[in-house]
């Protein structure tokens, strides 16, 4: 079955260290989301991508950083983790641009940033 | 600023009543809007999504109506169930797709049994 994971699940960084979180989809699926969960905000978007190669900053996206060098993966890097971004990040992939199609999320990352 | 204010924060029902929760949105832009629902340990996953060309959707136990002058929609729950306990997000979009979906701060449900 096609699904989407997202590793590590569980993540405890210190301040300044460089972090990235993994997605890997197998829906072949063009469109990829980062989002973060923290209580009272719901879920915010940190970058997204509509294919190999594109990138695109949300509205929360200093301090992170995508890259797109297929259609399966978007790791999320944290430049210099700081408590700030202490949070969940699931990941989340939906079929194509130009219409509004089901995001399907992955199992989400608990990162603590100490 | 949040693009979909959602309400209320948590809410608890005892089995077979109808919770009901409700979001709005300033954007006239926007021209889906799912409902998402999230276990504990989980990702969202998708529910019931509407366009605001209908004023309720039905899918199950689960309806959304949408009121586009008001610019608001809700989510009712018939005859909840304990295994409906969940947290509850509201989002929207507009017609580039799901890439920006503007989600409210969810509630959290319990279902008493």
């Known amino acids: 079955d096609a699904e989407i994971t997202q590793s590590p699940r569980h993540k405890i960084t210190e301040t300044g260290r460089q972090v990235t979180l993994a997605c890997h989809q197998t829906w072949n699926h063009n469109n990829m989301f980062w989002y973060r969960q923290d209580l009272g905000h719901g879920l915010r978007l940190i970058h997204y991508?509509?294919?190999?190669?594109?990138?695109n900053k949300g509205e929360v996206s200093d301090g992170y950083s995508v890259s797109r060098s297929n259609t399966e993966d978007l790791p999320l890097t944290l430049e210099s983790a700081a408590s700030s971004q202490t949070s969940v990040y699931f990941c989340?992939?939906?079929?194509?641009?130009?219409?509004?199609?089901?995001?399907?999320f992955g199992q989400g990352t608990r990162l603590t940033v100490v | 600023q949040q693009q979909v204010k959602q309400s209320p924060q948590s809410l608890i029902v005892q089995k077979g009543g109808i919770p009901i929760i409700n979001c709005a949105y300033e954007n006239t832009a926007f021209d889906y809007f799912p409902w998402y629902q999230q276990f504990p340990g989980k990702g969202p996953a998708l529910l019931i999504a509407i366009r605001p060309d209908v004023s309720e959707k039905k899918e199950g136990r689960f309806t959304i109506s949408f009121n586009k002058s008001a610019k608001q929609f809700s989510l009712h729950i018939m005859d909840s169930q304990p295994g409906d306990s969940a947290t509850y997000f509201c989002a929207a979009s507009g017609q580039t797709g799901a890439n920006n979906l503007f989600f409210g701060t969810g509630t959290r449900l319990t279902v008493i049994p």
């Open positions: 991508s509509y294919g190999v190669q594109d990138t």
């Open positions: 989340a992939s939906s079929e194509s641009r130009g219409r509004n199609t089901e995001a399907f």
